[in-house]
């Protein structure tokens, strides 16, 4: 209310600006008054000749330019003083006082926004977070941990995102912030090796591999450390060692984890044979159960793996561990149906579909 209050007093003022003169009115004339002072400056130099207080040519001169201002002023008083309008002052008056306010509104009601609430110059300076772009948030979150390097957190939340940018060096640095500041983990240490094995064009480093090493040894489980240390035993050249990292991977993982086909296709590249069909952890688990809550949770897993098939119709080892379940389980309708939807699926590829046939062929289901 103080800001459309002070608004409101500076327009006044500005109308009673113009306004003013034009209530006032136009100057009268000097009904010669003015005459009658130049004459009695004509009479006044006559009497200073005469006592000698000037000299002739001086009061030549001072007759002259008094003459000059004389006849000025005659011509002046000979014209008729303009006479303003009171009619025309007034609308004048009444136009501006009404006219000019209801203009304004006009403009501002459809354009302006009279509802907004204040927009601080900070706010204005800094578009919302959702409208900024992913540099600037890590430019925020970078100024921030230059004031607090110790932030774990802060860490942990820029590492990834540096990754994602490409900026390498700068994840790799902000990874070893997050293990010193934020604690250890294996996921965290993965992910440091992960990097530095990408820094090095995809070849797992001995700086790498004691990351994977230590990952390892805090998770035997965790999926990216065991990964790369089959590939780094790929690259050694010890391709059994790395089958056998990979085979236990498969062995003890879910059945839909989603590194399983990068693993299963790991392991036919150094010839490690096929994938285990289902988890041991799984099947040592079934055998405690009843003959019934056997049979429900090993359907429960196939159905799942046959769902998930339909989505990704390109996995080769999958089509062949749901066959080859259907298979044992005796359902041997459902394994040639299974089969038939595997090579409908990969029909566009025939390497692919080569892979799916050899793979069949122990079944028995094409004699």
């Not at 070849?203 to 090493?213: I, L, M």
Request: net charge negative.
């Amino acid at each position: 209310m103080t800001l459309w209050f002070v608004f409101a007093v500076m327009t006044a003022a500005a109308i009673f600006a113009v306004l003013l003169p034009l209530g006032l009115g136009a100057r009268t004339s000097s009904d010669g008054r003015e005459a009658a002072v130049y004459k009695d400056q004509l009479a006044e130099i006559e009497r200073d000749v005469e006592t000698g207080l000037i000299g002739k040519i001086e009061a030549e001169a001072a007759r002259v330019e008094i003459g000059r201002r004389l006849l000025a002023a005659a011509d002046q008083e000979g014209e008729a003083p303009a006479k303003p309008s009171a009619g025309l002052r007034r609308a004048a008056a009444v136009l501006a006082l009404i006219g000019l306010p209801i203009v304004a509104l006009a403009v501002y009601l459809p354009l302006g926004s009279p509802q907004l609430p204040d927009f601080p110059l900070t706010a204005r300076a800094t578009p919302p977070d959702g409208s900024q772009p992913l540099e600037n948030l890590v430019s925020q979150v970078e100024q921030h941990l230059q004031k607090n390097p110790t932030d774990g957190r802060g860490w942990a939340v820029l590492a990834p995102v540096l990754a994602r940018l490409g900026r390498t060096e700068d994840a790799i640095r902000a990874y070893r912030n997050v293990i010193s500041y934020a604690g250890d983990g294996a996921a965290k240490r993965a992910d440091l090796g992960e990097l530095l094995a990408a820094t090095a064009g995809g070849v797992v480093t001995a700086e790498a591999k004691v990351e994977f090493e230590r990952a390892h040894a805090l998770d035997a489980a965790e999926p990216k450390s065991n990964y790369y240390l089959g590939l780094a035993a790929e690259q050694d050249g010890r391709k059994d060692d790395a089958a056998a990292i990979w085979r236990a991977m498969l062995s003890r993982g879910p059945a839909d984890a989603p590194w399983r086909p990068l693993v299963t296709a790991a392991l036919a590249r150094v010839g490690g044979g096929e994938a285990p069909a289902l988890p041991s952890e799984a099947m040592a688990a079934a055998s405690g159960m009843s003959d019934g809550d056997r049979e429900t949770m090993i359907r429960g897993m196939v159905d799942r793996l046959a769902t998930r098939l339909k989505q990704d119709g390109g996995d080769v080892e999958g089509w062949l561990r749901l066959v080859r379940a259907y298979v044992v389980m005796g359902d041997l309708d459902k394994a040639k149906s299974a089969l038939s939807d595997a090579r409908q699926a990969v029909a566009g590829d025939a390497e692919r579909l080569r892979q799916l046939n050899e793979g069949v062929k122990t079944f028995g289901l094409d004699g």
